[in-house]
């Protein structure tokens, strides 16, 4: 009996031993698989956050690369405008230095104005010439150079190159660095065996036409005088004390604009105004006072 009871006893031990061991096989198998999933999970965590600082340390990299590169440009662009005021700067000093030195060396003519460029006159000056430049030709009358035009002839500016054979009364010669220059009425020239060529203003010389301070008539006057002497002076005032301001020659036509004890208030073919001496003029039409 004894040995029957013993004998259950071990049998029923190894029954529970063995389903013990059956049911805890499926709950170490869930505990395996919770904890591979967590493994997992954690690990997905890991790889996204370090996902993210990679990403955040690109972009970090690429931000430092965009800022660099336009604090190079800004960089530059600063040192190319100090470059440019660098040389902005250095070439006016040079201008300067340079017009200064044209200034000091520069030798002034000084002459009345010239007549205005397309005015226009009924007929030539007695006395004018013709010179032919490019086959095309111009007529001169003291220093003033015309083309025929619609109502007349137009005063135009000097060809250069063209060579007239005398130059007007009251030109001015001087020189520079051993050649001669004349000066007359705005225009240079230079001598030739034919007379004289129409030349460009020398660098060394500056031109300047003065406007003269020019007395008004007392008394109107109307009409139309010709100059009768070979050269007239035009002066500023109604007395041979007054400055002359131009000389013209015998023929030319003057508009009459007031008078003065002999002298008549006149208008020149350039449209500028002076005084002349009746005696040397000849009525055209009666003048009216």
């Not at 006016?92 to 230095?97: G, I, L, Q, T, Y």
């Not at 030798?107 to 010439?129: A, D, E, I, T, W």
């Amino acid at each position: 009996m004894n040995m029957t009871s013993h004998v259950c006893h071990k049998i029923i031990s190894v029954v529970c031993i063995t389903v013990f061991a059956l049911t805890s096989i499926p709950l170490v198998s869930d505990s395996t698989a919770a904890e591979r999933e967590r493994t997992r999970s954690s690990d997905n965590r890991l790889q996204q956050t370090q996902g993210k600082r990679v990403e955040r340390e690109r972009s970090r990299s690429s931000d430092n690369r965009v800022q660099q590169t336009q604090g190079k440009r800004v960089q530059s662009e600063r040192r190319r405008s100090n470059d440019n005021r660098i040389e902005r700067t250095q070439a006016r000093r040079v201008e300067r230095s340079q017009g200064n030195k044209r200034w000091k060396n520069k030798r002034r003519v000084v002459s009345p104005r010239s007549f205005r460029q397309g005015h226009v006159v009924r007929k030539l000056p007695r006395g004018y010439k013709r010179t032919w430049y490019n086959r095309v030709p111009y007529y001169y009358s003291h220093g003033v150079y015309y083309r025929p035009g619609l109502s007349g002839y137009v005063v135009v500016s000097a060809p250069y190159g063209a060579i007239v054979v005398s130059l007007p009364v009251g030109y001015q010669r001087f020189w520079i660095e051993g050649s001669a220059y004349y000066a007359y009425g705005g225009y240079f020239y230079r001598r030739v065996p034919r007379g004289f060529v129409i030349v460009e203003p020398p660098d060394a010389v500056e031109f300047e036409e003065v406007d003269p301070d020019v007395v008004q008539p007392s008394r109107p006057a109307t009409g139309e005088v010709s100059v009768t002497v070979p050269v007239l002076n035009v002066r500023s005032g109604p007395s041979l004390r007054d400055p002359k301001l131009y000389q013209i020659h015998e023929g030319y036509i003057l508009e009459i604009h007031g008078e003065t004890n002999g002298w008549l208030y006149v208008q020149l073919p350039n449209g500028e105004f002076g005084w002349v001496k009746s005696v040397y003029t000849r009525p055209l039409e009666p003048a009216s006072g």
